[in-house]
């Protein structure tokens, strides 16, 4: 069959070659798409996103004036780094009754190095090699290991990889702008070794992360997970995520965004690995 030239000559919006309908057309379409469709949209976004920098940034953040935690992309659409620092409170009460307390500052690098993750036995371990720099006021510590948060979905990477189940949903407005939401479901890691130390028991998000982690009551509690990403129309530029459970009646867990994330993007923003600190090629 012989193909037209304006077909063959056609760009979509991404970049990519297509005879179908752009990117930006299928993005806005009035119906579900197609697991080709989506791929099409995030394979997009992928490419507007490469080499951006912002903030992920929640609703508690902006009450606090908390700017958030900073990112980078890389120049294949990857996430490559995240920033985020907070500060410890502690105090010590002595028998006489007189009281000291003290604030500390802590600073946390994330590197997504992109590179497959290696046991320090020499065994190939799933997942990348993801390098962990903290500050807690007295110099840099590094540690490596496979995944950003032992028990939680890494915010927007997991999109941006482009190996998630995807179904797209309805559009929305994301403030004066129109975004299709794409939502994929999350399973909890099978390697639970390094989530353990996140766990206890209770409902609650974990303090020390910004609410990032949240802790699971027993194995039939657990509540069934979603994340969603939301794609702007016109930008096709990622502008919000969010990890979601699934409503369920039998077990009394009702359906609610464990944890939303407004993406804002500011090239001010730099993120590089500390000087002076080695990082490890290797997971313990």
């Given at each position: 069959m012989e193909v037209p030239v304006a077909c063959v000559l056609a760009v979509s919006a991404a970049g990519a070659q297509s005879c179908g309908?752009?990117?930006?057309?299928?993005?806005?379409?009035?119906r579900p798409l197609t697991p080709g469709e989506d791929a099409r949209v995030l394979s997009a976004s992928r490419i507007a996103i490469a080499g951006?920098?912002?903030r992920l940034t929640s609703a508690a953040?902006?009450?606090?004036?908390?700017?958030?935690?900073?990112f980078a992309i890389s120049s294949n659409g990857r996430l490559q780094f995240l920033r985020s620092s907070g500060g410890i409170q502690g105090g010590l009460v002595v028998a006489d009754g007189t009281s000291t307390t003290w604030t500390r500052e802590v600073i946390t690098i994330t590197h997504l190095t992109g590179l497959p993750a290696q046991g320090c036995d020499?065994?190939?371990?799933?997942?990348?090699?993801?390098?962990?720099?903290?500050?807690?006021?007295?110099g840099w510590f590094a540690m490596a290991r496979t995944r950003v948060y032992a028990a939680s979905p890494t915010p927007l990477d997991d999109f941006l990889a482009g190996d998630l189940r995807v179904d797209s949903g309805e559009l929305q407005m994301i403030g004066a702008r129109s975004a299709r939401v794409f939502v994929a479901p999350w399973t909890t890691p099978t390697n639970t070794a390094q989530a353990s130390a996140n766990t206890v028991?209770?409902?609650?998000?974990?303090?020390d992360d910004g609410g990032r982690t949240w802790t699971k009551t027993s194995s039939a509690n657990t509540p069934r997970l979603t994340q969603s990403l939301w794609v702007d129309t016109e930008s096709l530029l990622p502008v919000r995520w969010a990890v979601m459970s699934v409503a369920d009646p039998e077990h009394g867990v009702p359906a609610k965004p464990y944890n939303v994330l407004s993406i804002r993007y500011d090239d001010a923003s730099d993120i590089q690995p500390p000087p002076g600190a080695t990082p490890p090629d290797c997971v313990p």
């Open positions: 309908p752009s990117v930006r057309d299928l993005v806005k379409a009035a951006k920098r912002g953040d902006d009450a606090a004036g908390r700017p958030g935690t900073e020499g065994t190939p371990r799933a997942g990348q090699l993801v390098v962990q720099y903290r500050n807690e006021g007295d028991q209770g409902p609650e998000y974990r303090s």
